[in-house]
C-alpha cells in the first residue's frame, strides 16, 4: 500500500468525487479541472487513486472511462462488483446497488466483471 501525499490536486479531485453522487467521465474531469491542472495530473491521479481503492473504472456506452467512488475497497482488491446504468437521453451514469454474483469458471480465477445497462432515467421521462 503507498501512502497518498494530499497535494491540492489530489484533494481537489476528491472533493469532486465527495461531493457527487454518480459517476463522471476522465474526459468531463479533464475539463472541469482545466484551470487548476493539466490532463496529465488529473490521469496520474485518477490512477493512484483508483490503485489505492478509492474509486473505481469502467467503459460507458459512450466508450469513455467512467470514474465513481468506491465503497469498502482497498488497494489489494475492489470489493464492490455492482452494475453501472447510463440514461440514453442525458448521458447520466449511476452505480446501481445490487449485488452481483458472478460465476466460478473452472481453471480461471475472476479479477473483475463489468455490467453495463442503459436506459431512461426518471428524470427524462417526465
Avoid at 482545466?34 to 491521479?45: A, F, H, L, P, S
Avoid at 453501472?84 to 449485488?99: A, S, T
Wanted: net charge negative; hydrophobic share 35%.
Amino acid at each position: 500500500m503507498t501512502v497518498l501525499r494530499k497535494t491540492k490536486s489530489l484533494k481537489t479531485l476528491l472533493h469532486l468525487f465527495e461531493m457527487r453522487e454518480g459517476a463522471i467521465s476522465a474526459v468531463d474531469l479533464v475539463q472541469k479541472l482545466d484551470e487548476q491542472m493539466n490532463k496529465t495530473t488529473v490521469y496520474r491521479i485518477l490512477d493512484r487513486l483508483e490503485g489505492e481503492g478509492l474509486i473505481h473504472s469502467f467503459i460507458a456506452r459512450d466508450g469513455l472511462r467512467w470514474y465513481a467512488k468506491c465503497e469498502g475497497c482497498s488497494s489489494e482488491r475492489h470489493f464492490d462488483v455492482h452494475p453501472h446504468i447510463q440514461c440514453r437521453l442525458c448521458n447520466k451514469v449511476e452505480c446501481l446497488d445490487l449485488e452481483v454474483s458472478v460465476p466460478k469458471v473452472d481453471d480461471y480465477e475472476i479479477e473483475s466483471v463489468e455490467l453495463f445497462l442503459t436506459g431512461t432515467c426518471s428524470d427524462c421521462l417526465v
